[in-house]
């Protein structure tokens, strides 16, 4: 008899065992998705903290859009992640008001002039990002992102979600070679912005020309020559170079680093070089 009670014992803590090694492990959960409408970039539309190394993620729903961009901006200069679906890839990134960039390439990246250089530009009628931000074309669809926070303490956020206008008065219709804007070199100034990642404005030069080229920011702006038939012939100009554009010929103007942003730091100026001929000693009496 006792040996039955041993054997049952034994067969019981085995029972046991198999069931414990036999149970799934758990499946990490994907966080939870708060969903947020769009206000007039005034109020904040959200606002929360997050322990070091955590996240947060949202929604948007596009259809609440009636100008053509939209703003998803933060007070903070968290990890900013636009995704192309709940839980999916990155789309664009950013952790400054500086810039943001496709995939990954906006985090943690150190800026190299600020939150841009260049004022008095007609473009700019409203300040740039309070923190990081990311600005894409409306559409309808639902659009996600998540805000992490990547530094080794706690952190306190707010959420703005907006509609916006181009502040480039040209876009969108100057996003291809036959859509290109005609160069005025009587104008004060011939300007444009990189609002949105894969942005390029083009300009039509009617009659030979030596036009400075001038940007702000972080985006990485550059310039490329092309002859009528849109194949590129020079370049890429940087901040600060003299261009000599021969009649009849385009420019196209991108970030070179898949960047966009919004104010002063997308901002780039094409300008009528002036020669500075200094003047001559006036000689001694």
Not at 20 to 48: F, H, I, N, R, W
Not at 87 to 113: E, I, R
Not at 163 to 177: H, L, M, Q
């Amino acid at each position: 008899m006792r040996r039955l009670v041993t054997l049952l014992a034994l067969l019981a803590a085995t029972t046991l065992v198999i069931s414990a090694c036999s149970k799934p492990s758990e499946v990490p959960q994907p966080p939870a998705t708060t969903a947020l409408d769009m206000t007039d970039g005034v109020a904040t539309v959200y606002s929360g903290s997050l322990a070091a190394g955590r996240s947060a993620q949202f929604s948007l729903d596009g259809a609440d859009a009636s100008d053509p961009l939209i703003v998803i901006e933060l007070d903070a200069n968290l990890d900013l992640r636009l995704l192309d679906r709940k839980d999916g890839l990155t789309v664009a990134t950013s952790s400054s008001p500086g810039f943001f960039a496709a995939g990954s390439a906006g985090l943690g990246v150190a800026l190299a002039g600020g939150s841009g250089s260049l004022d008095g530009s007609a473009i700019v009628t409203t300040a740039p990002c309070r923190g990081s931000c990311i600005v894409i074309t409306a559409s309808t669809d639902t659009r996600y992102f998540t805000v992490t926070n990547s530094g080794a303490g706690a952190a306190s956020y707010g959420i703005y979600l907006y509609d916006s206008i181009f502040r480039d008065t040209n876009e969108d219709g100057n996003n291809t070679i036959g859509g290109a804007v005609s160069y005025e070199p009587s104008a004060t100034t011939n300007e444009g912005a990189i609002e949105v990642i894969g942005d390029a404005d083009w300009w039509f030069v009617e009659n030979t020309a030596e036009i400075d080229f001038d940007t702000g920011g972080d985006v990485g702006i550059v310039a490329y020559r092309h002859t009528a038939d849109g194949t590129q012939v020079a370049g890429p100009y940087l901040n600060g170079q003299m261009l000599l554009v021969p009649a009849g010929q385009y420019l196209r103007v991108v970030s070179s680093s898949s960047r966009a942003g919004r104010g002063a730091t997308a901002n780039y100026f094409l300008t009528a070089h002036v020669e500075v001929v200094p003047l001559a000693p006036s000689s001694a009496r």
